[in-house]
């Protein structure tokens, strides 16, 4: 069972940036799907986007043309960086690959 660990959240003014990392404690290469979902406060947790072995992409309208997925294998991480912030992407990301979840990193954007 892949373990994974967020890092990257912080505070953050309107318009700015933030990238947060998913480490994950195996490997990565077989997985088909990894990403990323978000839960903002008094929210239900939300899909945001989401990268395949392949390379297809998909995100939630809301975040499309502002935040771009990645991951690498080699390093056994998935990137999210996050661009253009608005005060309504305040929220706990969690990482995921394949049934697996991690911990939660918090990202909260206000002036």
């Known amino acids: 069972q892949v373990q994974l660990v967020e890092s990257g959240g912080g505070l953050v003014q309107p318009g700015g940036s933030l990238r947060l990392s998913c480490a994950a404690s195996g490997s990565i290469f077989s997985i088909y799907a990894v990403g990323w979902y978000r839960q903002a406060p008094e929210k239900q947790r939300e899909f945001v986007a989401t990268?395949?072995?392949?390379?297809?992409?998909n995100y939630v309208d809301s975040v499309k043309g502002r935040f771009t997925i990645s991951r690498d294998n080699a390093k056994n991480t998935v990137y999210l960086q996050m661009n253009s912030l608005k005060p309504e992407d305040t929220a706990v990301y969690y990482c995921?690959?394949?049934?697996?979840w991690g911990k939660g990193t918090l990202v909260t954007v206000s002036s």
């Open positions: 995921y690959a394949d049934s697996n």
């Open positions: 990268i395949t072995s392949g390379g297809d992409i």
